[in-house]
């Protein structure tokens, strides 16, 4: 008896699992849509308040809709004494994507209302962890500096608050800006590994934080928000820009992959780059840096050269959250700060018309035998 074997598409390339109306990725057109809205029109004109209502809404908020929004996202920012202890307690050998998972996992398991799933209790949960991941990033970046928590200052926005608990003061308004429109590129990106992660546990009915831990650990490899990390990783190890050309060569030649390049869906380019990069350019204007950028500028014409590869959002991100002076490994979690704003989205659309999320697979192992 013949069977035909399935058609089997590594890592799902290609395969459409299911609908949403979150964000339309458009790599024909090279566009990305946050509920029909581009997303450099949102960069441009909006908060990452704004954004997150929209992503989590479907509409712009209202001014009223706006200030409730505003008021409840000061009012969570605060840590908990236990979330502080157990922050305190977890070795500065640990990557602080493994301190944000436990403690967003704490989150969790601190709200009694953790396993309530109405679209209500959901945004709930939402707002809190917007207001409570920016408190824990900011604060694992200071114990390791040997620095005390700064506590939040309930008259700022949400950008300039993350940035005054992560230094002590806002930053001019240059750095704040390219703070916020990285926050906003970050927010959402359809169905990426991280995701889809948060939509395979939802899928199983568990509760939205335990969808958020998932995501935050598929959120940590290289392949996926690591690599605004890993970036900065292979500006260091290049040096400077003369090196540029030589370094790919050895790292090609090594079948390495190059931090910050290529994207399982764009394949002529990142829609985000060209706003994160003029970002980055008004950073390096104003820390002047000029080094960063022919370094930046080098790497890329060289991998255009030699692969026809071009960069995704993580190769702008990096040297930007660099100037602006966070430490390299806490990179990740400001994409986590970001991008929980999509995770909880979709975690909200996946719950209001749920199906199970389980594939199949083909089995490639021994023959039926037996215990002898
Ligand atoms: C925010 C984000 O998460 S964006 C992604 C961030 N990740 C990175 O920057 C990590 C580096 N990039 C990569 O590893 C890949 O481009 C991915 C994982 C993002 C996408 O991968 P895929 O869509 O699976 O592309 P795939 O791996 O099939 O690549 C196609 C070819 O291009 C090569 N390629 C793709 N990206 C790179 C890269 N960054 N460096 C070197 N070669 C690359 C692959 O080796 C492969 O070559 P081959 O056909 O000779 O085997
Ligand atoms: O979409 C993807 O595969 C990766 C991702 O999250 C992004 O590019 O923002």
Redesign the pocket.
Same mark, same amino acid.
């Given at each position: 008896m013949s069977e035909t074997a399935p058609e089997i598409r590594k /890592?799902l =390339?290609g395969v459409v699992a299911d609908t949403t109306a979150i964000s339309k990725v458009n790599p024909e057109t090279n566009s990305l849509l946050y509920r029909g809205y581009p997303v450099q029109e949102l960069a441009e004109r909006c908060s990452f308040e704004e954004v997150a209502w929209l992503l989590w809404h479907g509409e712009l908020p209202t001014s009223d809709q706006l200030a409730g929004l505003r008021e409840s996202e000061r009012a969570g920012r605060e840590l908990t004494p236990e979330l502080r202890e157990v922050i305190d307690r977890i070795p500065t050998t640990a990557h602080p994507m493994d301190v944000l998972r436990t403690a967003v996992s704490l989150v969790g398991a601190q709200d009694p209302h953790a396993d309530e799933a109405t679209e209500e209790a959901s945004l709930t949960k939402a707002v809190r962890l917007l207001a409570q991941v920016p408190a824990v990033v900011a604060y694992d970046q200071r114990r390791r500096r040997g620095q005390d928590l700064v506590p939040p200052d309930p008259e700022l926005g949400y950008a300039e608050n993350f940035l005054h608990m992560t230094f002590g003061q806002v930053p001019e308004p240059v750095v704040v800006d390219a703070f916020r429109v990285s926050l906003i590129l970050y927010a959402e +990106?359809s169905f %990426?590994a991280s995701t889809f992660t948060a939509r395979v546990i939802t899928s199983t009915m568990a509760d939205l934080y335990s969808a958020v831990v998932g995501a935050i650990g598929a959120l940590k490899g290289? @392949? +996926? /928000?690591g =690599?605004n990390e =890993?970036v900065m990783h292979v500006f260091e190890e290049i040096g400077s820009a003369e090196n540029a050309e030589a370094w790919l060569e050895d790292a @090609?030649a090594s079948k $390495?992959? *190059?931090? /910050?390049? /290529? +994207? $399982?869906v764009y394949k002529t380019g &990142?829609s985000r780059v060209p706003t994160m990069k003029a970002a980055l350019d008004r950073l390096v204007e104003h820390y002047d840096r000029p080094d960063l950028l022919e370094l930046y500028t080098r790497l890329e014409a060289a991998m255009g050269e030699r692969?026809n *590869?071009l960069p %995704?959002? &993580?190769y702008p991100s990096g040297p930007a959250y660099h100037l602006m002076g966070f430490d390299t490994a806490t990179f990740t979690p400001l994409f986590v700060a970001s991008r929980v704003v999509g995770w909880t989205a979709h975690v909200m659309e996946q719950a209001a018309d749920n199906a199970l999320i389980r594939p199949l697979s083909e089995y490639d192992g021994p023959d039926e035998r037996h215990l002898t």
């Open positions: /890592g =390339a +990106h %990426n290289p @392949l +996926h /928000g =690599a =890993a @090609l $390495r992959k *190059i931090m /910050g390049f /290529g +994207h $399982r &990142d692969k *590869i %995704n959002l &993580d």
